[in-house]
């Protein structure tokens, strides 16, 4: 399948340049607060990072989501990461005056997340079309080996690249967004989706589609859990506060921890894509949630890297085993002409649970 390596490449360049400009935008972000900001300060302004990149998910997700059921999904993506790319360079034109104010980091931030609220529904409903109904399920775990390859690489490569020079992240991450753009735009497969036959207008569908999640049991429980699990256990933001203050690591430290929880992921992916769960997937599911909590509370006080590198690891690993359960299940029980409102519910709880558990961890130090 030329189309699908097409889009796993570009997968996985677009998540290596959110990953590495997140490293160094977190960082930057810390840096400046903390030279005039105690710890307790400097840690709400990462937690304002997070809230200015979930209230444009919370703001467009819906609306992008009846969009993708409505306009072509490959124009859409294609369009989303040129946007990424631009917030790319807005970040290296700042960090190369020096000292850029906070005020403007966040702004670009808050602009990052709306391309992202339609990025995300898109390209998720974008993945049937390119493979099929029944090619499906492997075709979720490759997706999913590609943005933990990503989440793997880019934490780390940013991490190295950050303690160089932070406008050398961001423009490692512009030109990776362009690399996306590239991959999706030779992509021959096309994007309209199927017609839906009621003819409804935007506000129509966006209630057709929440309707829709709300009466599909299996649809909303896979959305949900998320949402109660990562909302009240983010740690990702604060891993900036624990290499640099509890662990003394530094830059590269920083990109290390990020990039463990993604190596749990990525080994755990790959053997799903090898032997994918076929029964008892409930169990599976909350047994690797549970997983999940204890590896962040074990994290939460561990004063030793190598520990906080493990348990992160184990956390990655445990995270993918609920993800790839709970994105199938909604993928397949989902009609085409759905699939983009269904796809934006469902990233608008994944950006709740991410971004704004991240700001109230933020908040919470």
């Known amino acids: 399948m030329p189309d699908f390596r097409l889009l ?18 977190l960082w930057q972000v810390y840096e400046i607060a903390r030279r005039d900001h105690p710890i307790e300060e400097a840690s709400l302004y990462l937690g304002l990072v997070g809230l200015c990149q979930f209230l444009p998910l919370l703001a467009f997700t819906l609306p992008a989501g ?3 059921d409505r306009r072509d999904r490959k124009h859409t993506v294609t369009l989303s990461i040129i946007v990424e790319g631009m917030c790319a360079g807005a970040f290296l034109l700042m960090a190369m005056h020096g000292s850029p104010p906070l005020w403007g980091l966040l702004a670009v931030a808050a602009v990052f997340g709306a ?18 109904r029944r090619a499906l399920p492997p075709a979720i775990a490759a997706q999913s080996i590609a943005f933990q390859t990503g989440a793997i690489a880019g934490p780390a490569l940013g991490g ?20 996306a753009m590239a991959c999706f735009i ?20 966006v ?6 999640v709300w009466k599909t049991k299996i649809v ?37 921890l990020r990039a463990s929880f993604g190596v749990g992921a990525l080994l755990m992916a790959l053997y799903l894509s090898r032997f994918p769960i076929v029964r008892h997937g ?49 993928q397949l029980a989902t009609p085409d002409h759905m699939r983009g409102r269904v796809s934006s519910v469902s990233m608008l709880f994944i950006g709740a649970s991410n971004e704004l558990g991240e700001a109230y961890s933020g908040v919470m130090v």
Not at 169 to 177: G, K, N, Q, R, V
Not at 307 to 326: C, E, H, K, Q, T
Request: charged share 10%.
């Open 207 to 212: 209630k057709e589609g929440l309707a829709y």
């Open 115 to 132: 391309a992202r609220a339609f990025l995300a529904p898109a390209s998720q409903a974008f993945l049937p079309m390119v493979v099929g």
């Open 66 to 68: 009846a969009m993708a």
């Open 282 to 330: 409930g169990r599976w599911m909350f047994g690797a949630v549970a997983v999940f909590g204890v590896c962040t509370l074990i994290f939460g006080l561990s004063k030793s890297v190598w520990l906080s590198g493990a348990v992160l690891f184990l956390g990655g690993a445990a995270d993918m085993i609920s993800v790839n359960i709970r994105q199938t299940l909604i």
């Open 186 to 205: 030779l992509i021959r497969t096309k994007g309209k989706p199927q017609v839906d036959p009621s003819k409804l207008g935007p506000v129509q569908q």
């Open 220 to 256: 909303l429980g896979a959305i949900s859990l998320d949402l109660v699990v990562v909302l009240l256990a983010g740690v990702a933001l604060l891993t900036p506060i624990f290499a640099r203050d509890i662990l003394h690591v530094g830059a590269i430290g920083f990109g290390l």
């Open 8 to 25: 796993w490449l570009g997968r996985v360049a677009a998540v290596l340049g959110i990953q590495i400009q997140s490293s160094a935008l």
């Open 160 to 179: 190295v690249i950050v303690a160089v020079s932070v406008p050398m992240a961001y423009a490692s991450a512009m030109a990776l967004f362009l690399a």
